[in-house]
């Protein structure tokens, strides 16, 4: 006879944590280009698209945002957004010019796309706005996934 064995819950380990910050951000990068090629190209498919190097971008999220969002979770909405903003710029230019130093190319790269990119192509200015919304977006995401318990050891 098989003795019943007390399931024991435990939280989501942080590289748990970055698979599915990695899995939501290549998702909604996927949406998001498609969205925006529907608006400015009348490409009407909604063919999204991403970057095998996003899934462990975004995945960064864990190690980089996370503390970041405890340090500054008793600050103003705005001072919030704006850390988050400067804080996403500051990563994919780093992450950017590290592939291109690499690999030769920067997947996502922004050169000719207006006045607002940064030199090398590898951010872009009038997304700030943007990266400030994903941020307070993250907080919630993260705040969640703190609440979630799994099976296992």
Same mark, same amino acid.
Do not use: C, N
């Given at each position: 006879?098989?003795?019943?064995?007390?399931?024991?819950? &435990? =939280?989501?380990?942080? #590289? %748990? $944590?970055?698979?599915? !910050?990695?899995?939501?951000?290549?998702?909604? /990068?996927? @949406?998001?280009?498609?969205?925006?090629?529907?608006?400015?190209?009348?490409?009407?498919?909604?063919?999204?698209?991403?970057?095998?190097?996003?899934?462990?971008?975004?995945?960064?999220?864990?190690?980089?945002?996370?503390?970041?969002?405890?340090?500054? &979770? =008793?600050?103003?909405? #705005? %001072? $919030?957004?704006?850390? !988050?903003?400067?804080?996403?710029?500051?990563? /994919?230019? @780093?992450?950017?010019?590290?592939?291109?130093?690499?690999?030769?190319?920067?997947?996502?790269?922004?050169?000719?796309?207006?006045?607002?990119?940064?030199?090398?192509?590898?951010?872009?200015?009038?997304?700030?706005?943007?990266?400030?919304?994903?941020?307070?977006?993250?907080?919630?995401?993260?705040?969640?996934?703190?609440?979630?318990?799994?099976?296992?050891?």
């Amino acid at each position: 006879m098989r003795r019943a064995v007390q399931a024991q819950r &435990r =939280s989501l380990r942080r #590289w %748990e $944590r970055s698979l599915v !910050y990695g899995v939501v951000g290549v998702a909604s /990068e996927v @949406v998001f280009t498609g969205a925006r090629d529907s608006v400015l190209r009348r490409d009407w498919r909604l063919r999204g698209h991403s970057y095998l190097w996003m899934l462990p971008i975004y995945g960064l999220s864990a190690f980089l945002f996370e503390p970041a969002h405890e340090m500054l &979770r =008793s600050r103003a909405v #705005w %001072e $919030r957004a704006a850390a !988050y903003s400067i804080g996403i710029m500051g990563v /994919e230019y @780093v992450v950017g010019m590290s592939l291109r130093r690499k690999v030769g190319v920067v997947p996502w790269d922004y050169s000719g796309h207006g006045r607002w990119v940064v030199p090398g192509g590898a951010t872009r200015l009038d997304y700030a706005p943007l990266w400030a919304v994903a941020g307070l977006a993250l907080e919630r995401m993260h705040d969640r996934m703190r609440e979630v318990t799994v099976t296992g050891r």
